[in-house]
Structures are given as structure tokens and as C-alpha cells.
């Protein structure tokens, strides 16, 4: 079974944002709710970055481990979901996750935020799929249809990726490679243990313009 995951590029991003747009328009989500930004670090300074952050769908998830009704539930393929119908609003879970992915309707005490709401991975929620009752709370099942989510593929840049872990990792390997940085990329030896030659995957192969 596939381990769904989301990769955003930093260096390929361009803060336009249509990501934002797309999860808000495909899932109607509320007024004062976002389930994905894009966050800017150094804005305006050398070495400026963007990335587009939602829930990472963790695979020891924080908000699920102190949440104390246990609404959150993981699926086959790894997309971390949550019951609305279990879920009190205490917020707990946004306190305590590290990407800020849980949004409340309302600012108030413990209790009165209303029912959490987050990223679903276009994956819905404990509801039928594709049903009348899923959509009014989670939005659209595209998982469910066969497709990935809508942010990742309405990226013009390609900067936000979803899928397969495994295949995601060998698409970033691919991209390292051809900006020239290799062995000199961040962390690389030290993850890796090996130069870039080694860990490079040659059966993986994009077009001639550049997609990778």
C-alpha cells in the first residue's frame, strides 16, 4: 500500500498562492478557515523561500496523540482524518501541532471553538465516500475518485507535490541532481552516507523539458 505524502520545493515556489485558492474553492471551505498557506521565510532578504504548508498527515501525529476524545484516525494509505462528530473543540490538537494545520470557526474558551477542521488530503472523512453528508463536512473524496489532490495539481511550478512517499523522494533526488548541488546539498551525506552518484535512481526519467 502507497504511503501518501505532500512535498512542497522551496526553490520552485512562487508565492502565487493558487494552491490556497484551489483547496478553498474545491471544498467550499468556511470563512476564516485555510487549510493549506504559504508561508514566507526571509521575505524580501537574500536567500527569501516560500512553501506551501497543510497538514503533513505525520505518521506519529501529534494532534492525534493528545487529543482526548481520539477523533483522528489514519487510513490504509497513511492520510491522517478526523470525526467532527466526536471532535469538542477543546484545541488541543492545535497546540500542539508543529505545521499549525488544525483551524477552529471560532476564537473562545475550551470548548466553544467550534468543530476542528484541517487539511483531509482531498480524502474526506469517516462518512460514505463521495455521499451528500461527506462533503458537508470534509469536502470533496478525490482520493476516493482515483485523483490527487487538487493543490498539488493545480501548482504551476510543480513546487507541491503529493503521492507516493517513495516515488515523491526519488523525484526530489532527481531534481538535487540536476541543479548541480549533489553532495554539497544540505544534509546529503549525512542522511544518506553516501555521495550523490550512489543514491541517484536511474530508472527514474522526465521529459527533455525539464518537468522533473
Known amino acids: ?17 493558487a494552491c490556497v485558492t484551489a483547496c478553498k474553492n474545491e471544498h467550499e ?21 516560500s512553501i506551501s504548508m497543510a497538514c503533513m498527515h505525520c505518521t506519529d501525529a501529534p494532534c492525534a496523540a493528545v487529543c482526548p476524545v481520539d ?45 476542528m477542521d484541517k487539511c483531509t488530503y482531498c480524502a474526506g472523512g469517516p462518512e460514505q465516500d463521495n455521499s451528500e453528508e461527506e462533503y458537508i463536512k470534509y469536502g470533496t473524496n478525490r482520493l476516493a475518485e482515483g485523483k490527487l489532490p ?18 515523491l523522494v526519488e523525484i526530489y533526488k532527481e531534481r538535487v541532481v540536476r541543479r548541480g548541488y549533489g ?17 541517484y535512481a536511474p530508472h527514474v526519467r522526465f521529459d527533455e523539458r525539464g518537468d522533473a
Not at 102 to 114: C, D, L, S
Request: charged share 20%; net charge positive.
Open 1 to 17: 500500500m502507497a504511503r501518501m505524502t505532500f512535498l512542497c520545493d522551496s526553490e520552485r515556489c512562487i508565492e502565487c498562492n
Open 29 to 49: 471551505v468556511p470563512w476564516g478557515i485555510n487549510r493549506r498557506r504559504v508561508v514566507t521565510l526571509q521575505d524580501g532578504q537574500p536567500g527569501e523561500r
Open 71 to 115: 477523533c483522528f484516525y489514519p487510513t490504509a494509505e497513511g492520510v491522517v482524518l478526523h470525526s467532527k462528530d466526536i471532535c469538542i473543540g477543546c484545541g488541543y490538537c492545535f497546540y500542539a501541532c508543529p505545521f499549525g494545520a488544525p483551524q477552529f470557526p471560532r476564537v473562545t474558551n475550551f470548548g466553544g471553538r467550534g468543530k
Open 150 to 167: 487538487l493543490c498539488a495539481e493545480m501548482c504551476s511550478t510543480r513546487s507541491l507535490m503529493a503521492g507516493d512517499q517513495d516515488i
Open 183 to 199: 553532495s554539497g546539498a544540505w544534509g546529503w551525506s549525512v542522511a544518506y552516507g553516501r555521495s550523490q552518484r550512489d543514491t
